[in-house]
């Protein structure tokens, strides 16, 4: 088999479209959750903490001496960068909560709608009696 009839069953594959489509989806749903956070949950958390900003800490290690720069530790963004993906992942937990609510709602929608699986069970073999007769 040629390696470029192997690449064609490859990328024609179901699956690998299917992936491309989700990470497509998920970069654009990366965006939307940036945007939420960044400009609907953090001003007023900006208010609430005083407006600290932790990425501006840091430890210094070694002095800058001429062209060399200094060597620092830099707490700050690693603390900053920690309470950012808290509050991102708390955001995503709380969008998931509220998308599976809808989702039970459906299914209980439709659970309502179908006759339980032993009803139509005994009506086929109500059914089947009838016909033997």
């Known amino acids: ?42 001003p007023p958390i900006g208010v609430l903490i005083g407006g600290i900003d932790f990425s501006n800490l840091a430890i210094t290690v070694k002095e800058a001496a001429g062209n060399s720069p200094a060597v620092v530790i830099s707490y700050g963004k690693f603390i900053q960068t920690v309470i950012d993906f808290t509050i991102i992942a708390f955001v995503i937990f709380i969008a998931i909560k509220g998308i599976n609510s ?5 299914e209980k929608a439709v659970e309502a709608q179908a006759p339980p699986a032993q009803e139509v069970l005994l009506a086929e073999i109500r059914d089947l009696l009838k016909e033997r007769k």
């Open 1 to 42: 088999m040629s390696i470029l009839k192997e690449f064609k069953e490859f990328a024609i594959k179901g699956n690998v479209i299917d992936m491309a489509v989700g990470i497509i989806i998920g970069a654009a749903f990366g965006k939307i959750v940036s945007s939420l956070v960044g400009d609907v949950v953090m």
């Open 102 to 106: 809808l989702k039970r709602k459906e």
